[in-house]
């Protein structure tokens, strides 16, 4: 396993952009899946994007397709999240995390393996 800790979060008015940033400790990082979900205020927590090991494969929630960027950085054990055009839904505490197995739109939330903290984003309108 390894341990998460998110940072980046805050508030930020519709249209506008927010890159958030996970850290990650522990060894062989880049054998892991990593990704970030997302939980608004009385909904079930959902993908929002993952980054394969070594960076090969990305993958996207529907809504978050063209507006939303994931990247890692294997040599500092980071992986970012870069939000662009985001709008009142995106509002939610988005959390860190990872597997070594598959992340992907199809990964039940209860699957992943670890998780960071979570980080809070608010977009006003």
């Known amino acids: 396993q390894v341990q998460l800790v998110e940072s980046g979060g805050g508030l930020v008015q519709a249209g506008g952009s927010l890159r958030l940033s996970c850290t990650a400790s522990g060894r062989a990082f880049n054998f892991y899946y990593m990704g970030w979900f997302r939980q608004a205020p009385g909904k079930e927590r959902e993908f929002v994007a993952s980054?394969?090991?070594?960076?090969?494969?990305?993958y996207y929630g529907d809504s978050m397709k063209g507006r939303f960027s994931v990247s890692r950085d294997d040599a500092k054990n980071t992986v970012d999240l870069q939000m662009n055009g985001l709008n009142v839904e995106d509002t939610a505490i988005y959390y860190c995390?990872?597997?070594?197995?598959?992340?992907?739109?199809?990964?039940?939330?209860?699957?992943?393996?670890?998780w960071g903290q979570g980080t809070q984003v608010i977009v006003s309108s």
């Open positions: 995390a990872s597997d070594a197995n598959l992340l992907s739109p199809a990964t039940p939330w209860f699957n992943v393996g670890s």
């Open positions: 980054i394969s090991k070594y960076g090969g494969s990305l």
